[in-house]
């Protein structure tokens, strides 16, 4: 079972950053853990697509013998970046464009935190 207010902390660390607009966690199989989509979007839509991409990314890529980073979604003016949280769960992020370099890593440690509290 997730301790899920140590998840929101997680969550609620990563909204405070200026350049974060949305992050939840969602798991493998399209549910929703913690953490508020997009305004707008549709919960359940939301949170099953990001899981599918994600699970279709990583199959896509299997035979290149190299581990997917992350997956990003490009959109005008915001990139939605979905990261593994382990074998149970993934991290979605939609963040500022222009801020996606100086913030990979920063998501990058929250997924690998998530992965120990899922």
């Given amino acids: 079972m997730p301790n899920i207010p140590m998840v929101e902390s997680v969550l609620n660390d990563l909204k405070a950053r200026e350049h974060v607009k949305d992050a939840l966690v969602v798991s493998r199989s399209g ?3 913690a953490g508020s989509p997009p305004p707008g979007a549709h919960l359940e839509t939301f949170v099953a697509m990001s899981a ?5 990314a990583e199959t896509a890529t299997s035979e290149l013998k190299e581990s997917l980073q992350y997956l990003a979604i490009n959109l005008k003016d915001t990139k939605v970046l979905i990261f593994s949280a382990g074998p149970k769960a993934l ?7 222009d801020a996606t370099e100086t913030l990979l890593p920063v998501l990058g440690e929250s997924a690998k935190k998530l992965q120990g509290m899922l």
Avoid: C
């Avoid at 599918?52 to 279709?56: C, R, T």
């Avoid at 991290?91 to 464009?97: E, K, P």
């Fill in 31 to 33: 549910m929703h853990i």
């Fill in 52 to 56: 599918i991409l994600l699970g279709a």
């Fill in 91 to 97: 991290l979605v992020t939609r963040v500022v464009a």
